[in-house]
């Protein structure tokens, strides 16, 4: 049957590539973000935040990256591993006494081949 | 390592029916939410509560749904009366202040 609902933006990798998603968000004001995971069936999963008093922030394997020039972040996986498939979402708390209450972006579907 | 739990993994009701989503937070976590997340759509913030009431609500979290947490343990949600538009998954999450740890949901389908 027919499937009704947004399509997600998607990035197929091969593993081993570095693979990087992008967000980007409208107000200016905002000052902290997080980039959560989702495995199928799962829910989502803390990866990496950064505030805006930085331009960039390294984990392990991954980087999120901050222009506040345009209000766009983006992540960065190195040596993307199959177990990196998911969606990836950018989200904002609301922050103050309102770090839990999140917006989500759309999402981007990861999809890494062997 | 500690995590939010969450059931029934699924759940299915007749449209029209009440339904309970039953969470347990992690137990030292002070803030409570409910997220919906419709099939292939982004998560949706529903609801936080914090010190045994509602903090921030959102336009979804209407007169049909409620919160409560009951115990010290557990926190419910609430669908007086579920509608066909209220299937979705419906995740639970708590935190200490700032990061958000979530449960692997409850999967509704209203029939």
């Known amino acids: 049957g027919e499937s009704v609902g947004l399509h997600l933006p998607t990035l197929s990798v091969q593993e081993g590539d570095n693979s990087i998603i992008n967000c980007a968000y409208s107000?200016?004001?905002?000052?902290?973000f997080i980039w959560y995971k989702q495995e199928s069936g799962k829910g989502p999963q803390f990866i990496i935040d950064i505030r805006s008093n930085m331009d960039k922030r390294q984990g392990q394997r991954v980087t999120v990256l901050l222009n506040k020039t345009v209000k766009h972040l983006s992540l960065q996986i190195a040596a993307t591993q199959p177990g990196d498939s998911a969606v990836y979402f950018c989200?904002?708390?609301?922050?103050?006494?309102?770090?839990?209450?999140?917006?989500f972006g759309q999402g981007t579907i990861l999809t890494v081949h062997p | 390592e500690p995590e939010v739990t969450q059931t029934p993994s699924h759940q299915v009701t007749q449209m029209g029916q009440e339904v309970i989503l039953r969470c347990v937070p992690i137990?030292?976590?002070?803030?409570f939410y409910w997220y919906r997340q419709i099939l292939g759509q982004k998560v949706e913030f529903l609801v936080s509560f914090y010190n045994n009431e509602i903090s921030e609500k959102s336009e979804i979290f209407d007169d049909q749904f409620s919160v409560e947490r009951p115990d010290g343990s557990n926190f419910t949600l609430k669908i007086r009366s579920t509608k066909l538009e209220d299937s979705a998954m419906y995740f639970c999450?708590?935190?200490?202040?700032?990061?958000?740890?979530f449960g692997q949901g409850t999967r509704l389908t209203v029939v």
């Open positions: 999450a708590s935190s200490v202040i700032s990061e958000a740890f």
């Open positions: 989200a904002e708390p609301a922050g103050g006494t309102s770090y839990g209450k999140l917006t």
């Open positions: 107000n200016s004001a905002s000052d902290y």
């Open positions: 137990s030292n976590h002070l803030y």
